[in-house]
């Protein structure tokens, strides 16, 4: 089992910034791939970024490329995730995901790939 626990969310203006970290125990994460989701009131859950279990492959959404960047300290067992340039369009909960690097048969953009979600942390950005 590995537990997740995010923080770091916040309120914040637009053209602002906010970093959230991602905590597990229970296993080291060194194995597994790492997601970030998010999901705004009324819409699915959706992919922002993803790592490999290495940190050698990033993967972003289009509606985030160049503004997010994912990184993990498998030493610490720990994930990043730096916004800036936030947009209103970026509020939600985020949500921190792991899952076994083995499974290979699923893009890191899909919720299939993960077994391990954390309870989520309220973003909000302000026009």
């Known amino acids: 089992q590995v537990q997740l626990v995010e923080s770091g969310g916040g309120l914040v203006q637009a053209g602002g910034s906010l970093r959230l970290s991602c905590a597990a125990s229970?296993?080291?994460?060194?194995?597994?791939?790492m997601g970030w989701f998010r999901q705004a009131p009324g819409k699915e859950r959706e992919f922002v970024a993803a790592?490999?279990?290495?940190?050698?492959?990033?993967y972003y959404a289009d509606s985030v490329k160049g503004r997010f960047t994912i990184s993990r300290d498998n030493a610490k067992n720990t994930v990043s995730l730096q916004m800036d340039r936030l947009k209103p369009e970026d509020t939600a909960v985020y949500y921190c995901?792991?899952?076994?690097?083995?499974?290979?048969?699923?893009?890191?953009?899909?919720?299939?790939?993960?077994?391990?979600w954390g309870q989520g942390t309220q973003v909000t950005v302000s026009s």
């Open positions: 995901a792991a899952g076994p690097a083995s499974r290979a048969s699923f893009p890191y953009s899909s919720r299939a790939k993960y077994d391990y």
């Open positions: 229970g296993r080291t994460l060194s194995g597994y791939a």
């Open positions: 790592i490999s279990r290495s940190g050698g492959n990033k």
